[in-house]
C-alpha cells in the first residue's frame, strides 16, 4: 500500500484563456475541476495504474468535501481529518503563458497534528508513505521529519517531494527517495546549477545530509537519478505537446513507486517514473492509464549493429575484395570503426583511395556480389534481442526495420532470422534517400499502419546515423551500447538514453 499525505490539499481550477489580459475582463474557452495537492496527485496515478493508495491529510470546508468526492471517483481509499475553515482553491490558467494562483488554505491546530500521528500507526514495514507539497506554515519545516520520526516501523519506506526547509529538515530522518527539481535544487544550496555535472554534485550532496536515493526532474528535459548505491541514470522525458505542467513531477513520483514496487528494480522505475511525468505533462490533468502504458505502438528497430551483428560478415566480404586486387585486408575492429551510411561508403572507406581509386566500381562490384552471397555466415542476433521480437509479437506491438544494406539483402536477412517477428522492412532501393532522411522509416511505418504518428513510435540504433533518422523522423530514440559504435561517441548524440541490454527496450513499451 502506498500511503501519501497531502496537508495543503485544494481544488485546481484549470481555465484555458487564449490571451490572458491583466486589468480586464477575460473570457475562458475551457474549464475543468480537479482535487490537488501534489501528494493527491500521486495517489491518483497509483490508483489508474492499478495500485492500491491511500491518502491522508486535511480537509477543510465544501472545498475539502468536494476534494474527497472526487478522489473516491478515482478509487482512491480518504482517511482525511476534518479541521475548520476551507480547503484551498487553486487557479490554474492556460494560454500563451501558464499562470498560477495558489491559495493559502486553513491554519492548522497541534491537535490535528496529534490525530494525523495517531492514523500513520496503520502504516506497516512494507507500505511507502509519500510526503509531497507545501505545508500550512503554522506546521512548520520540521513537519515532514516529525511525521516520519512517528512512523511505527523505521524499515516504512518514505518519499520526499517538497522545497527548501522541509526537504531540508527531512533528509537526517534518511528517507528512501528525494525528488527535487533542479529549480528546487538550485534554491536549496544557493547555486547557479548549469551541468548534469553539478546535478550529480547537489544530489550527492543530499544524499551526504541523508537521502538514500535522489531523483532530480529537469522538466521536458528528463531527469537524473543517483542511487544509494551510486548508480547514476540519465535519460530524456519521452516526446509530446505540453498542454499543462502541474502533477508532472507527483506523475513522476508516483510512476517510479508503481514499478518499483512490481519490480524493485531502479532502472524500471526511473524509465516508468519519467513516462508518467510526460504523460501528465502532455495532458489535461493526471495521465490516464492508456497515456502511459500503450505510449508506444510500433516499435523500429536498426539492422546492423543493432538487432543482429553482422561485422564478420561485413569483413570477409571486404577483405575477399580487396585481396582480389592485393590491398591490405582490414581487422574486424578496423571494419567496425568505419561502417555506417551503407555499404558504398564501407568500400569507399575500405579501399586504398576511395572513390578516387581506377579499380574502385570494380571492387565494389565484387564486394556486393560475395557479400549477397554471403550475407549470415557469421552473423548473429544480440543476446536478448529475440526475446524482445517474441515479447513484441505477445503483446501486439509490430516492430519494423529500417537500414541503409541493400532492401533485397534486408529483406533476405529477415526471411532467415526473424520472419515470425518482424512485420515491415525498408532498406536501399536506390529510389528513396537513405538514412538519416526519415524517408525509409515512414516507408516501413505505412507498411503497418498508415495512421501511426511519430509520437507513436519508439526507435531503436546504434549510431549517429540512427539518432539523427530519428531527429528527422520526430520520434523517441534509444541509442545501445553493444553496437558499432564507441560509448563515448553515443554519449555525443541525441537520444533519450543508453541502454546496455536488449531487456531495456521494453522498459519503455510495457
Known amino acids: 500500500m502506498v500511503y501519501t499525505i497531502t496537508l495543503n490539499p485544494s481544488l485546481d481550477y484549470y481555465i484555458k484563456i487564449k490571451d490572458l489580459q491583466v486589468g480586464e475582463i477575460n473570457r475562458t474557452s475551457g474549464e475543468e475541476i480537479f482535487p490537488g495537492g501534489k501528494g493527491i496527485n500521486v495517489s491518483i496515478l497509483l490508483s489508474r495504474l492499478g495500485e492500491k493508495t491511500t491518502a491522508l491529510g486535511f480537509k477543510a470546508g465544501f472545498t475539502g468535501e468536494e476534494i474527497e468526492r472526487l478522489l473516491k471517483e478515482e478509487k482512491v481509499n480518504c482517511d482525511f481529518i476534518s479541521c475548520e475553515g476551507s480547503s484551498r482553491i487553486n487557479i490554474k490558467v492556460?494560454?500563451?503563458?501558464e499562470t498560477q494562483i495558489n491559495g493559502d488554505g486553513p491554519a492548522m491546530k497541534s491537535e490535528y497534528l496529534e490525530e494525523l500521528y495517531d492514523k500513520l500507526?496503520?502504516?506497516?514495514?512494507?507500505d511507502v508513505l509519500?510526503?509531497?507539497?507545501?505545508?500550512?506554515?503554522?506546521?512548520?519545516k520540521n513537519v515532514y521529519k516529525d511525521i516520519i520520526e512517528h512512523l511505527p516501523h523505521k524499515e516504512t519506506k518514505v518519499v520526499v517531494d517538497a522545497a527548501g526547509g522541509l526537504l531540508e529538515a527531512s533528509l537526517s530522518a534518511k528517507p528512501f527517495l528525494v525528488k527535487p527539481n533542479v529549480e528546487e535544487l538550485r534554491n536549496l544550496f544557493g547555486v547557479n546549477i548549469r551541468t548534469d555535472e553539478e546535478i550529480l554534485k547537489y544530489a550527492s550532496k543530499l544524499q551526504d545530509m541523508g537521502a538514500k536515493n535522489v531523483i532530480v526532474s529537469l522538466g521536458p528535459h528528463g531527469g537524473v537519478m543517483l542511487t544509494e548505491d551510486g548508480e547514476v541514470m540519465?535519460?530524456?522525458?519521452?516526446r509530446g505537446d505540453i498542454v499543462n505542467t502541474t502533477g508532472a513531477g507527483d506523475s513522476l513520483v508516483?510512476?517510479?513507486l508503481y514499478k518499483y514496487l512490481e519490480s524493485k528494480d531502479m532502472k524500471k522505475s526511473f524509465y516508468m517514473a519519467l513516462r508518467c511525468g510526460s504523460a501528465t505533462a502532455c495532458s489535461s490533468g493526471i495521465a490516464k492509464r492508456e497515456a502511459i502504458i500503450d505510449k508506444y505502438k510500433a516499435l523500429v528497430l536498426d539492422l546492423d549493429g543493432t538487432l543482429l551483428d553482422t561485422i564478420e560478415d561485413l569483413t570477409a566480404a571486404v577483405n575477399y575484395s580487396l585481396t582480389q586486387y592485393n590491398q591490405p585486408n582490414l581487422t574486424v575492429d578496423e571494419v567496425r570503426n568505419i561502417v555506417g551510411n551503407g555499404i558504398r561508403n564501407l568500400m569507399i572507406r575500405s579501399v586504398?583511395?576511395?572513390?578516387?581509386?581506377?579499380?574502385?566500381?570494380e571492387e565494389f562490384a565484387l564486394f556486393l556480389k560475395y557479400y549477397l552471397d554471403h550475407l549470415y555466415v557469421y552473423s548473429t542476433v544480440y543476446p536478448g534481442m529475440m526475446d524482445v521480437l517474441k515479447k513484441c509479437k505477445e503483446l501486439g506491438i509490430p516492430v519494423g526495420i529500417v537500414s541503409n544494406k541493400e532492401e533485397g539483402a534486408v529483406g533476405q536477412i529477415i526471411e532467415h532470422f526473424f520472419k515470425d517477428y518482424i512485420v515491415s522492412y525498408a532498406g536501399d532501393n536506390m529510389v528513396r534517400a537513405k538514412k538519416p532522411a526519415k524517408d525509409s522509416v515512414y516507408a516501413a511505418l505505412n507498411q503497418i499502419d498508415l495512421e501511426l504518428k511519430a509520437e507513436d513510435v519508439l526507435y531503436v540504433g546504434d549510431s549517429g546515423v540512427d539518432s539523427l533518422t530519428a531527429e528527422c523522423a520526430g520520434m523517441d530514440c534509444l541509442l545501445v551500447s553493444w553496437g558499432f559504435r564507441p560509448r563515448e561517441?553515443?554519449?555525443?548524440?541525441?537520444?533519450?538514453t543508453?541502454?546496455?541490454k536488449a531487456e531495456e527496450i521494453m522498459y519503455f513499451l510495457k
Open 489 to 496: 561517441e553515443l554519449e555525443q548524440l541525441t537520444c533519450m
Open 234 to 238: 540519465t535519460c530524456q522525458s519521452p
Open 130 to 140: 509519500v510526503l509531497a507539497g507545501s505545508a500550512p506554515r503554522s506546521l512548520g
Open 352 to 361: 586504398p583511395g576511395g572513390e578516387e581509386c581506377e579499380t574502385f566500381e
Open 498 to 500: 543508453i541502454i546496455d
Open 121 to 126: 500507526q496503520a502504516v506497516g514495514k512494507e
Open 254 to 256: 508516483a510512476g517510479f
Open 94 to 97: 492556460t494560454g500563451n503563458k
